[in-house]
């Protein structure tokens, strides 16, 4: 008998008919033989709905209330799962992450877990019902408070979960058949992946891949989760994603291809410092101060010194929602760092090569830069980890560049990917 | 400085409007210099909503995640409340009945108050801000389960925390001006009443009077805790129910009326159990056997015995939802309490008058037997306290007894009441 995790999000969950449907596969999950735990997002609008009636209210911002509002969301959702699963002659319970264990961290509204202590649904499932745990939210033990994990919570949450009772796999149940080698929706000959290695998602999630996120797959990397992310949808299976540490999973073939995904991403911004002192500590100056802030830095390139001015230029992006903020930062601290002038330019995209088959092949980056040359596509910015190569373009480009680059790295199926519609949290 | 607890239902709380209008009333209280606690209900149509969804999901009872599901509805409305009175420049802090040390026994759906311990609530008070605290939900020590109070849930939450906190009032906001002599939309010259004691509230709201629930007045009256029902659409004040053993509040005049409020109730179906033998423990059997099923009975007449057959006919009322599983009852234990046959009405109505000066006043039911005698009305059973006189009659002269006896007992105002829409729960 095994012990599946599986998380369902609020496009799974969107209203009473799609409640029923989900609840008869968990009840053909469990009358198979399997222990289940389920973590369940809120009803499909719940989320805006309550962020609206929020903003109704009041302008100001109130983290605790809010943390208390938007958990009543999955509140609603993982009582009508547990009734519905109950309706089809399975026992089953719902909790809420405070009765479930989930400890977090006191930052409302974007909370760390720290730990789960799952008791009571150990004490279901070995009662032998179906246990139903909100996602997406804890508790914090040092303030008692109701906490919410912020983006991405349902499945971190799913994931913690799977690590905390030693679960055999945890199904991510979306709302697209699985992860592709790059996003159907740019990319119509895009292919689903029937395996892929943490790592690998774990270079795609960062770079802009929206299936998974990045904190989930950080922390089924951490603790050696298998994921199996599958569409709602259909019985079809789905992309496993696994630790190679931990051995194959069973029915999974190590995949022979160099590149395994594509991921891009819009929303970033590229600031460029420029005339700063080629002198030890400048760099270090900059990302002090923009680090404070919170603010996430990806890429950063600095060019070589220019030997008539012993000055140089960095460049670096950043969410485009922190990107006038970063500029006023710099401006107001142009003291402390020096420079002759900042640059701003918000219309980039970044694309991401992903694949664990380049740390044993050259020339995957020749191949790109080719590609995209032939394509007659500039290249702003470039930076590469071990399984990765990025780079920056002018965003009205961006779908023809990964259009070349999935031509180019042999990615495209013979049929386009079918698209549902719809989003979880 | 005064410790008001305030109870806002779910018609006060209807929309984003109203809850802004709400945390408007609340900021005035506290810029009053007063120390607040409110309970809230669930916005408007939230519950019947979330019972909608439940019944669309499955048509089995689960009394555990009904309560689950249904809790989340103050949740959204206190933490909505708490943001829009922070809005408003005061601090605001929301409580789960849970939080705020609400503690019940096991009974879901119909959970009852053991005890109040409501430190978090106390030190949010001490720290200046406002306490909001979810209505008609607590949890059960016993269980670790989230309960629900069922209906007047939470009226009996604002009653249990204002006995706890020792509060110097608790003010029930609602859709009416308070406490009417009688149901101004039967007896459109009802008057509303500047006072009330807790016994008479407690006669009025047993005998059907809805504004305040039977299960609120009861713990008031044992906790000693003062009430201001009002309307939360005027500033007008409201009724003050109070309990004289404890002192006449400040403001408040003793009426001088024997009759203070006539209430009636229509869903009540009156049993008639015919040639009952007439020797002991025959009446004791029959209700043994209904109390056993939970069934409220109210109005219990027994015939004088006729001499020629030794036997007796004993009638009582149930509410007219029980009446049909009643008469199963009595059918299927036929063998134990011996009757010739069974006859069930409900076609009825209950009346009763009620006023704490029938203690001291003769010929109270003689004006009361009159008045019906003059409007042509006949009277089918009549029961009696020490303060109330209740007569069952037929349901469809319901609405022109009440107006003679409003008149006969010289209730009416000199111009009609103001009737608003909505319910609360």
Do not use: W
Not at 81 to 95: E, P, T
Not at 164 to 178: F, K, M, Q, R
Not at 384 to 408: F, G, P
């Amino acid at each position: 008998m095994a012990l599946i995790v599986q998380k369902y999000g609020g496009s799974s969950v969107a209203d009473a008919e799609s409640i029923k449907r989900v609840a008869k596969r968990i009840v053909e999950t469990r009358k198979a033989g399997n222990d289940v735990v389920v973590a369940v997002s809120a009803m499909g609008d719940t989320t805006d709905e309550l962020l609206d009636l929020a903003a109704a209210v009041t302008p100001i911002e109130a983290p605790r209330e809010l943390d208390m509002l938007m958990t009543a969301g999955e509140r609603i959702s993982m009582a009508l799962l547990a009734m519905a699963i109950k309706g089809l002659g399975v026992d089953a319970q719902s909790f809420t992450g405070s009765q479930a264990g989930v400890v977090t961290n006191a930052t409302h509204g974007a909370a760390r877990i720290v730990e789960v202590s799952p008791r009571r649904v150990k004490e279901a499932v070995a009662a032998g019902a179906v246990a139903i745990v909100a996602g997406f939210q804890g508790f914090s033990k040092e303030t008692a408070e109701v906490t919410t994990l912020g983006r991405g919570g349902s499945d971190t949450t799913a994931v913690a979960l799977a690590a905390s009772l030693d679960a055999d796999v945890c199904e991510i149940y979306t709302d697209v058949d699985g992860i592709f080698t790059a996003d159907p929706r740019q990319v119509p000959l895009a292919r689903k992946l029937d395996a892929i290695t943490s790592e690998e998602m774990l270079e795609l999630a960062a770079s802009g891949a929206k299936v998974l996120h990045l904190r989930a797959v950080e922390f089924a990397r951490r603790h050696g989760v298998t994921l199996h992310v599958r569409s709602s949808f259909s019985d079809q299976t789905g992309t496993i994603v696994y630790d190679p540490a931990n051995g194959i999973p069973e029915g999974v073939n190590m995949e022979e291809s160099i590149i395994n995904g594509i991921a891009s991403e819009k929303n970033e911004a590229k600031i460029t410092v420029v005339g700063v002192p080629d002198a030890p500590g400048r760099a270090a100056a900059i990302f002090d101060i923009v680090g404070r802030a919170d603010v996430n830095v990806d890429m950063i390139v600095q060019n070589v010194s220019r030997a008539d001015t012993a000055s140089t230029d960095i460049s670096f992006t950043v969410p485009v929602a922190d990107g006038r903020r970063v500029i006023e930062l710099l401006k107001n601290h142009g003291d402390v760092i020096e420079y002759s002038s900042l640059q701003y330019d918000d219309q980039i995209a970044k694309i991401a090569v992903v694949g664990a088959g380049m740390r044993t092949n050259a020339g995957v980056s020749a191949k790109l830069f080719r590609a995209l040359y032939e394509a007659g596509i500039n290249i702003d910015m470039i930076s590469t980890s071990e399984i990765r190569i990025s780079v920056v373009t002018r965003a009205d480009v961006l779908d023809k560049a990964l259009q070349a680059l999935h031509t180019a790295f042999g990615l495209d199926a013979d049929t386009e990917a079918v698209v549902y519609a719809g989003t979880g949290r």
